[in-house]
Nanobody, 127 residues
Framework: QVELVESGGGLVQAGGSLRLSCAAS???????????MGWFRQAPGKAREFVAG????????YYAESVKGRFTISRDNTKNTVYLQMNSLKPEDTAVYYC?????????????????WGQGTQVTVSS
């Protein structure tokens, strides 16, 4: 099982940028590159929603329509880390952001397909 720890959240003004990081660790034999990775978010009173996902090698990336053109997901398998670069932030991007790891298959946008989750990092965008 992989363990995930997010960092990089904070308070930013609308139009600003943040870069979230998610570091993975696990028992011997767990290989980060064997996991597809995703970012999800949950705003107060709302359901968790998919934000971005990336395949094992980083070649294929998927985004929610609401963040396309503003957010970029990337991964560095040598550092066991996945990133979410968030530009042109809006107040509606305010949420707790979670990274998640998917060992198997299934739709990358469906949170039910993920096997491990981080504790979350708060992102607050002021208007």
């Amino acid at each position: 099982q992989v363990e995930l720890v997010e960092s990089g959240g904070g308070l930013v003004q609308a139009g600003g940028s943040l870069r979230l990081s998610c570091a993975a660790s696990g028992r011997a034999g767990v290989t980060f590159s064997s996991y597809r990775m995703g970012w999800f978010r949950q705003a107060p009173g709302k359901a968790r929603e998919f934000v971005a996902g990336v395949n094992w090698g980083g070649e294929y990336k998927y985004y929610a329509e609401s963040v396309k053109g503003r957010f970029t997901i990337s991964r560095d398998n040598t550092k066991n880390t996945v990133y979410l670069q968030m530009n042109s932030l809006k107040p509606e991007d305010t949420a707790v952001y979670y990274c998640a790891a998917n060992r198997g298959y299934g739709h990358i946008m469906d949170g039910k397909n993920y096997d491990a989750w981080g504790q979350g990092t708060q992102v607050t965008v002021s208007s």
